[in-house]
């Protein structure tokens, strides 16, 4: 027994978990024998010819079907044989005529002494014969047949499975049973195409992956990278294949293999264009990109927190060079900052923005945070397999001008790529105090002609809602807002905290073309002030 695993050959370097992760299979022991068509040969002997009767006594008969010879012409209708004229090409022509006979056999003649009967459908027995023929001194049954071959019918082994084992960076997830899709050829004889079994395992390696809320840990002096390793798993199957009774399973031998690196992004591979393939964020793209939303004319507030991601897929030690760029407000280069980080996992969170440069840190550049108009961030590093140099794009972050509010909001939101990111909202325009409650109404004793003594509350909750406006929308691409608008994790980011917050937006216009959109950003707070 032997599976053989399709290869997908345009794999990427990282799957998406919300694409469809499928593993196909085919097997050269799933059909133990083909089928072979029955051939059934009925000899009409002169001996046969000349004595049949038509007073209704000789009988033709294919399967339990009847046919009676006349004397008058051939009455394919009633399976009525004329026995005037030539005898033997009337029974073919009769025999063609009929549905039965022609929708399960083919019919020739041979040598003009005989007919074929061959099965269209594999491992079919016949029961072919003439009998009833006056010989003289009574009616006698006379069967002349000859067999060519034995009847097979088309085999695959019972209660044939694949049997496979879900692991994700090691650990078991689930079990798996996957039976193969058989359609047959026309003759039922053999298999139209190699049968596939095929395991379908994104919902159950979602399992796998989350992405957790991005540090905020402010660092002494350079910023930090932080290893998320649960925003990747490797995916793999260990595969084996099964026939017979529970009881008594056949086992053959197990292999194991190997998905892929799988992330979380919500990319659908039928429908998103190739310019959203995942590609980019791979070791082998030059260079290499992060898994980073913004476009790169987006303007951020000096105090708004942005994290780029990092894809390396290498799960040993190995050494960050990162260098970060500094720039006056006129564009002008004013320090150059490198420094190295040790790392050890496959998927990498860095603090990026302005937000995570320390003071210590500019003050031993000499840079003032509000001459700062412009910072780039660069990485290399060597891939300890292929010992290539790997280098990413630099990513440039673009300051307002002026500082941002201290009461604007920062939001962060879970994106298509599975990463945080933040977008900037403006102080807030209204904030209401909510107050829920369900009540009970009492009454002693409960009865139908007695008093109520009253309610009592059985639920109480207060909620605070506020309305705020994104902050300068024409700043964000389209895809920025779409993915925040649509997001199901967002968190308000508020004096170094996150706050939960329940969007209460039922729907909202993102784009049109030709007007400025204020777009509008409802959600809800636990009671308590900010």
């Given at each position: ?95 063609q005529a009929n549905w039965y006979v022609s929708k ?220 970060l760029g500094i720039y006056d407000n006129n564009g ?199």
């Amino acid at each position: 027994m032997a599976l053989s695993i399709e290869v997908q050959e345009d794999k990427d370097c990282l799957l998406s978990a919300e694409d469809c992760l499928k593993v196909c299979m085919t097997s050269d022991a799933l059909v133990y024998q083909t089928g072979d068509l029955f051939e059934y040969y009925l000899y009409l002997l002169d001996f046969i010819v000349d004595h049949v009767s038509d007073m209704g006594n000789s009988i033709l008969e294919v399967d339990g079907v009847t046919f009676t010879f006349i004397s008058g012409a051939n009455n394919p209708s009633q399976n009525q044989i004329s026995i005037a004229g030539d005898i033997f090409m009337n029974i073919y022509e009769v025999l063609q005529a009929n549905w039965y006979v022609s929708k399960n056999y083919e019919v020739s003649i041979v040598f003009a002494s005989g007919i074929l009967f061959k099965h269209k459908v594999c491992g079919r027995l016949s029961a072919i014969r003439i009998y009833n023929i006056d010989a003289g001194s009574g009616d006698i049954d006379l069967v002349e047949t000859s067999l060519n071959g034995t009847p097979q019918n088309f085999g695959f082994y019972e209660n044939y499975r694949v049997l496979a084992c879900l692991f994700c960076d090691g650990v078991l997830i689930t079990e798996l049973i996957a039976y193969p899709q058989i359609q047959l050829t026309a003759d039922e004889c053999d298999v139209l195409t190699d049968p596939k079994i095929c395991l379908e395992v994104s919902n159950f390696v979602k399992d796998c992956l989350s992405t957790p809320l991005p540090s905020l840990a402010m660092p002494i002096g350079s910023p930090i990278a932080t290893a998320v390793p649960t925003m990747v798993s490797e995916v793999s199957l260990v595969i084996t294949e099964a026939y017979g009774a529970d009881s008594l399973n056949i086992h053959g031998k197990e292999e194991t293999y190997f998905i892929g690196d799988v992330i979380g992004a919500n990319y659908c591979r039928n429908l998103r264009a190739d310019n959203d393939r995942l590609e980019p964020y791979c070791p082998e793209s030059t260079p290499q990109q992060f898994l980073y939303l913004h476009d790169a004319d987006t303007l951020f507030c000096r105090n708004q927190a942005v994290w780029l991601y990092l894809y390396t897929g290498i799960r040993e030690n190995y050494l960050l060079n990162i260098t970060l760029g500094i720039y006056d407000n006129n564009g002008v280069l004013i320090a150059n900052f490198p420094y190295a980080l040790p790392v050890d996992a496959p998927m990498l969170e860095l603090q990026a923005s302005l937000y995570f440069y320390s003071d210590q840190m500019l003050d031993f550049l000499g840079v003032n945070r509000s001459d700062i108009g412009k910072t780039t961030l660069q990485v290399e590093y060597i891939h300890p397999d292929t010992l290539a140099l790997i280098q990413t794009e630099e990513v440039c972050f673009n300051y307002y001008k002026k500082d941002c509010c201290d009461c604007d909001l920062q939001l962060v939101f879970l994106s298509s790529l599975d990463t945080f990111t933040t977008i900037m909202a403006k102080c807030p325009v209204e904030e209401r105090l909510n107050i829920f409650q369900k009540t009970i109404e009492l009454c002693e004793p409960c009865m139908p002609s007695t008093q109520s003594r009253g309610s009592t509350t059985i639920d109480s909750r207060s909620y605070i809602e506020l309305d705020t406006y994104i902050l300068n929308p024409q700043n964000y691409s389209k895809k920025v807002l779409r993915d925040f608008y649509a997001s199901k994790e967002v968190y308000l980011l508020y004096q170094g905290n996150y706050y939960t917050i329940i969007p209460q937006n039922q729907s909202q216009t993102l784009y049109q073309k030709g007007q400025r959109t204020n777009l509008k950003y409802t959600f809800r707070l636990p009671n308590e002030r900010l």
